[in-house]
């Protein structure tokens, strides 16, 4: 930076190191809770737009600071990709998600899949199948329950690496969902090539379906394109009625959203499909 401007000098580096202060206390914060073990998972129903019923839930982060509140994932997951804590942390949250969902569908409470949210450098770890079939076996989990969201940012980084290690996956029983579709760069071509099997559309463009033609137009576009692969369709965010119609008049056949759900505690997880999307 440069010392001219007298104020804007000094505004610049003042905001630069609140920032980085800020990282440090989020940094120490991450590594408090890995020690002590209270990084927390919570869970989002999945829902059909047909029947309105519970078909599958996904599992999201959360690192609560005791007395002080929650550090949203968007603001710790990217700092855990850059310091490497994001394998410990990934680690973690499948391991527990296992564990909860094992108890569930022993229980014969939830059927179908629980979701979880792969970083790029987890995606890239060269042992990641040995190490999710052995955590799956630890927990008693079987494979089919498991499905791992990717983004398109992680595969398209190096497509034909990526598609090797999602076989491997396949092969294993574990279903793929690609993440926040449409929001990156993926080409049709290797959309195509890609072994997966649901696409989420990103929240942004369900949030004005039903003010924009142009988004509405997109979204139809995309679940034709989607069913035309043998994909299954999320659609992300969805908080009124009104979206929810749209999309199922869209043929696009699940949501997820603070419509149905925000994301919850295991412990109230169980009560809440029970009591509002029973199966
Ligand atoms: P994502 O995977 O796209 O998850 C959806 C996000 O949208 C979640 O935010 C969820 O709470 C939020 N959401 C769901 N329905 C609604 C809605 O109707 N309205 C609004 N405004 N938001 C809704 P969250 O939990 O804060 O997570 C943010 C992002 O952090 C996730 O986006 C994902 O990219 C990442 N993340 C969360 N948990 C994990 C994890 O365990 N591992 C990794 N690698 N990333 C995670
Ligand atoms: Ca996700
Ligand atoms: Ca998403
Ligand atoms: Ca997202």
């Not at 800020?22 to 998972?41: D, P």
């Not at 970083?119 to 052995?134: C, E, V, W, Y």
């Not at 398209?156 to 990156?184: K, Q, S, V, W, Y």
Request: some cysteine; aromatic content about 6%; hydrophobic content about 40%.
């Amino acid at each position: 930076a440069k010392n001219r401007g007298g104020n804007t000098y000094q505004f610049f580096s003042e905001s630069m190191s609140k920032n980085a202060v800020r990282r440090l206390q989020v940094e120490n914060q991450l590594r408090n809770a890995l020690k002590n073990n209270y990084l927390q998972v919570h869970y989002q129903p999945k829902v059909s737009l047909r029947t309105n019923k519970f078909v599958g839930l996904e599992a999201l982060v959360r690192l609560e600071i005791p007395d002080t509140g929650v550090i949203s994932p968007s603001e710790f997951i990217p700092l855990a990709e850059e310091t490497g804590l994001i394998i410990d942390v990934g680690e973690r949250v499948l391991r527990q998600t296992c564990r909860d969902m094992s108890e569930w569908v022993a229980a014969g409470a939830v059927q179908g899949r629980v979701a979880v949210n792969l970083s790029a450098k987890q995606f890239l770890q060269p042992d990641l199948t040995k190490r999710i079939m052995t955590i799956l076996q630890e927990e008693g989990l079987a494979a089919e329950h498991l499905e791992l969201e990717i983004t398109e940012g992680v595969v398209m980084d190096d497509p034909e690496r990526a598609i090797e290690i999602m076989t491997e996956l396949n092969n294993c029983g574990i279903h793929l969902a690609l993440d926040d579709f449409g929001t990156g760069y993926s080409s049709l071509a290797y959309l195509k090539r890609f072994p997966i099997q649901t696409l989420k559309i990103d929240k942004a463009f369900i949030d004005d379906i039903n003010g924009a033609e142009r988004d509405r137009n997109m979204v139809a576009s995309i679940v034709a394109m989607a069913h035309n692969m043998g994909l299954d369709v999320v659609a992300e965010g969805v908080v009124d009625h009104d979206q929810a119609s749209t999309l199922n008049t869209l043929n696009c056949e699940f949501a997820q959203g603070f419509l149905f759900a925000k994301p919850l505690r295991r412990e109230h997880f169980l009560d809440h499909i029970r009591t509002t999307l029973a199966t």
